[in-house]
T-cell receptor
Framework: GENVEQHPSTLSVQEGDSAVIKCTYS??????FPWYKQELGKRPQLIID?????GEKKDQRIAVTLNKTAKHFSLHITETQPEDSAVYFC????????????FGQGTTLQVKP | NAGVTQTPKFRVLKTGQSMTLLCAQD?????MYWYRQDPGMGLRLIHY???????AKGEVPDGYNVSRLKKQNFLLGLESAAPSQTSVYFC?????????????FGPGTRLLVL
C-alpha cells in the first residue's frame, strides 16, 4: 500500500542551529505534501506545504524542498528556537481528490537553549 | 467560530463496551476525517467523508464505524472496544479553494480500553 517514511524519529539541536527532517513517499501519483507541527498535548497544525509543480517553498525560517524523481521531500528549519520544539509530521496526498493524506511516523524535535 | 471540536476529551472503556466519539465543525467544510495517533506510527486514517451522507474506509477501518448524517457532524463508533483501540483519536475537516487546502484538526480524544 501507499507509504510515507520519515527520518529521523528524534532530533536534538542547539538553539540557533538548523534542523532537517526527511520523508520518502511511495505513491508516484502524490502531488501534495504538507507538514504539520504538533506541540505537546495539542492538535496538529499545518505549517507549510508544497505541490509537485514546485521544487522549493519558503516561509520565514522554514522551507520545504521536493525531489519528484526520487520521491523525496524535506523540511528545513533555520535559526531554531526553543518554541520550535514539537513533533513534526510529513504527509503525502493527491490534491483535489478525496483529500486523503498518508502521514509519516513523526519526528520529535528538541531545541536546547 | 469554534473550528473543530471533539467530545469527549477522555474516556476509559472496558473490553467489549461500545461508545461513540463526536466531531463537530462550524466551518461548512465538506470533507471530514477520523485519525488515530499511536506512538511511533504517526496519524493513520480510519474513515473519511467527502460530504453529508457519505463515508469511506481509510487505512485502518476495522473495528470502527462512522456516520455523517449532518454536514457539520462526523461520528466514530466502536461497537466492541478492544485494548488495541487504546489511542488518541483526532478528527479533521478540510478547507480547500483552488490549489490551496488545509486540514484543521480537533483537540483529540484520548481513549483507554482496559
Amino acid at each position: 500500500g501507499e507509504n510515507v517514511e520519515q527520518h529521523p524519529s528524534t532530533l536534538s539541536v542547539q538553539e540557533g542551529d538548523s534542523a532537517v527532517i526527511k520523508c520518502t513517499y511511495s505513491d508516484s501519483a502524490s502531488n501534495y505534501f504538507p507538514w504539520y507541527k504538533q506541540e505537546l498535548g495539542k492538535r496538529p497544525q499545518l505549517i507549510i506545504d508544497i505541490r509537485s509543480n514546485v521544487g522549493e517553498k519558503k516561509d520565514q525560517r522554514i522551507a520545504v524542498t521536493l525531489n519528484k524523481t526520487a520521491k523525496h521531500f524535506s523540511l528545513h528549519i533555520t535559526e531554531t528556537q526553543p518554541e520550535d520544539s514539537a513533533v513534526y509530521f510529513c504527509a503525502a496526498g493527491r490534491s483535489g481528490n478525496t483529500g486523503k493524506l498518508i502521514f509519516g511516523q513523526g519526528t520529535t524535535l528538541q531545541v536546547k537553549p | 467560530n469554534a473550528g473543530v471540536t471533539q467530545t469527549p476529551k477522555f474516556r476509559v472503556l472496558k473490553t467489549g463496551q461500545s461508545m461513540t466519539l463526536l466531531c463537530a465543525q462550524d466551518m461548512n467544510h465538506e470533507y471530514m476525517y477520523w485519525y488515530r495517533q499511536d506512538p511511533g506510527m504517526g496519524l493513520r486514517l480510519i474513515h473519511y467523508s467527502v460530504g453529508e451522507g457519505t463515508t469511506a474506509k481509510g487505512e485502518v477501518p476495522d473495528g470502527y464505524n462512522v456516520s455523517r448524517l449532518k454536514k457539520q457532524n462526523f461520528l466514530l463508533g466502536l461497537e466492541s472496544a478492544a485494548p488495541s483501540q487504546t489511542s488518541v483519536y483526532f478528527c479533521a475537516s478540510r478547507w480547500h479553494i483552488g490549489t490551496q487546502e488545509t486540514q484543521y484538526f480537533g483537540p483529540g480524544t484520548r481513549l483507554l480500553v482496559l
